[in-house]
């Protein structure tokens, strides 16, 4: 039951696996950003209330979404690394931290966008916002301490630790418009109950969180392979994939 579990410790399998995986993700996050862009910026009516500046949460919901969701996956990979010794998982959060800050810088300046024509300004120490810049704070935290030891292990690790200790800051981000007085709109989608957005306008939002989703899958597989690649560096595998 659990063979598929153990075999994420080989990186050769891994590394296979991401090889493969990386166009059909690619491919596939090429249509669902193509149907979300068109439907949400072409035929998605305008918000009775913004107008046409509601259309870039169709590149900021989905940033701040995956900036969370990205934050998560290297926290766990962390763990499992920790726990079950799988050196494969220092691989995949190490690989996973660059490509979470970038959707978080995304979603911070999309938001600082957003928020100028919104709120006359284009930031404020909002509870949201705040809780989001210190998610990119732990980014380059957990980044700066896997590269500040000399001994990679011990920095991936340190870098691990942090990371996992950090995820204290994902349940803050999702719930401060709930416990704080904040000038974030509440929840429209990810909630209890129906979501409180038109149709028109849902799909495409939802297809740009699969496409990002999906992108960042291929983006992952392309650098986990680089990650296991110089890991690996000394071993026969390595050494007859580079010749083949």
């Keep these: 039951m659990w063979t598929w579990f153990y075999k994420l410790a080989s990186p050769p399998y891994v590394y296979g696996v991401a090889a493969a ?6 491919g596939f996050a090429a249509i669902a950003i193509g149907y979300g862009l068109i439907g949400g910026l072409v035929f998605a009516p305008p918000d009775y209330q913004q107008g046409d500046a509601f259309r870039i949460i169709y590149v900021h919901v989905p940033s701040a979404w995956m900036s969370e969701f990205v934050y998560t996956t290297m926290a766990v990979a962390g763990a499992i ?3 079950w010794r799988i050196k494969v998982g220092f691989a995949v959060a190490g690989a996973s931290a660059p490509i979470g800050a970038s959707f978080t810088l995304l979603a911070l300046v999309t938001g ?3 928020g100028k024509p919104m709120w006359g300004t284009y930031w404020a120490w909002d509870p949201r916002l705040t809780s989001e810049l210190i998610l990119l704070f732990l980014y380059v935290g957990v980044m700066s301490l896997r590269s500040a030891f000399e001994d990679p292990a011990r920095g ?19 719930y401060s418009v709930v416990w704080w007085n904040s000038l974030h709109q509440a929840a429209t989608v990810a909630k209890l109950g129906k979501p409180s ?3 028109s306008m849902l799909w495409p ?3 740009m969180f699969v496409g990002f989703m999906l992108f960042h899958g291929a983006v992952l597989c392309l650098r ?3 990650e296991v690649l110089n890991r690996e560096r000394q071993s026969a595998w390595v050494r007859e994939a580079i010749n083949s």
């Design 156 to 174: 991936d690790r340190a870098a691990a630790l942090l990371a996992i200790v950090g995820a204290v800051n994902i349940p803050i981000i999702h």
């Design 197 to 199: 957005i038109e149709g």
């Design 81 to 83: 690394a920790l726990i």
């Design 112 to 114: 600082s966008m957003w």
């Design 21 to 26: 995986l990386m166009p059909w993700f690619l």
């Design 205 to 207: 939002l939802l297809s």
């Design 224 to 226: 986990l392979q680089g």
